[in-house]
């Protein structure tokens, strides 16, 4: 297995002057938190979240390392509250996945009301639960989900990153398919967005997740935008046989490969035209692959040509 193609964007809203939520989008690792507090606190809260992610390199492995990386997290973000007073209280969701291409598993952990969800053949699935006020009134048969859609308090969450000394972290493993899409969102989509809306829009960007990520914030803010949100969509895919690669000259699979570096931004203020357009400088895209296989075997030719007359002679 390997990871295609990815994006991440974030977008203010139309109600809200700030926008608290932050998302990364570094491939095996993807994260998106949605900050709260007073003052510019929830941003700091988002931003410490990310920043300790992002830094954890790629020594995480699996479930058990983003359990580790979010009560790193959570840690980072108690010790900053208690140091200054004015972020007091503050707090984040967290919904993170660290893929480990080798083995197709994705290590999924979250805290709070930001969501995974999985696009696997033709269905949108919602793999996490919500640590949510409505969410419990829902599991205890309160309330229906579509009442809870609706529900005023809807965005009370009952876990946060960085309130407590320490953290509850749900987590979980998916055993990752080709063509799975997997997409991490802040509350602002799916309290705007229906599922089924969602899974349209995705299916009409032609599950790309560039344009996926474009098609979910517009839907998000035609339907209202009454809060930040933040969409980071990534896909997994066969993996290409190394050897066959190679040795075939013209690079049938490869063609289809997208670079996997980073593509997003951690302080959230990149666009998917930049993630589109990043992609697009780190790649050398089909016609530079033939090229550099051309030349590579030109010159393992010319080697073995050389050899042969050093040897004969
Ligand atoms: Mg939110």
Redesign the pocket.
Known sequence: MRIGRAAGLTDPGRRRLRN??AFICEPPLFAVA?GMGGARAGEIAAGLAATALGEAGSEAQGEEGVVALITEANRRIWERSLADPQTAGMGTTVTAALVDADTGAVGIGHVGDSRAYLLRGGRLEQLTTDHSLVAELVQSGVLTPEEAERHPQR?AITRALGTEPSVEVDAFTVQAEPGDLFLLC???LPTMVGEDEMHEAIERAGRDPARAADALVAAANEHGGE??VTVVLFELLAAVDGAEAVSTPLPAPAAEAVDPERNGDPDGSSATEESSASLRRHGAGPGGRIAALALIAGVLVLGLLALYLATTQ
């Open positions: 608290e939520d949605d965005s802040s509350d602002g809060d930040n």
